[in-house]
């Protein structure tokens, strides 16, 4: 069973930076996605940016501009720096891996990972 594992949330003040950090359990040599979620408080979960193995980026409109993901292959793990964090951006955050074969799409989810972002 892979598993996914979130790191980096954390408390800081509007205006400031957090990277989040995302490691899966085990190499995925099919194609694949990682990305990320949150969920605010009383609000559904919504995405936040999705990266394939080969690079391709996706956003949420609330991201573009200020967060950037990127992965590193090697180490089976994908990044989410955010920069000009507000106060809307408080949220669990949580990581998937979604691998991609000709019968299904399985999606492993991450615990979540809180980020506070304080006015």
């Known amino acids: 069973q892979v598993q996914v594992v979130e790191s980096g949330g954390g408390v800081v003040e509007s205006g400031g930076s957090l990277r989040l950090s995302c490691t899966a359990s085990?190499?995925?040599?099919?194609?694949?996605?990682m990305g990320w979620y949150r969920q605010p408080p009383e609000y559904p979960r919504e995405k936040v940016a999705s990266?394939?193995?080969?690079?391709?980026?996706d956003y949420g409109n609330f991201a573009r501009g200020r967060f950037t993901i990127s992965r590193d292959n090697a180490k089976n793990t994908v990044y989410l720096q955010m920069n000009n964090l507000k106060s809307d951006d408080t949220a669990t955050y949580y990581c998937?891996?979604?691998?991609?074969?000709?019968?299904?799409?399985?999606?492993?989810w991450g615990q979540g990972t809180q980020v506070t972002v304080s006015p």
């Open positions: 085990t190499t995925i040599s099919k194609t694949n996605v």
């Open positions: 998937y891996l979604r691998i991609i074969t000709e019968i299904g799409q399985p999606t492993y």
């Open positions: 990266i394939t193995n080969t690079g391709y980026t």
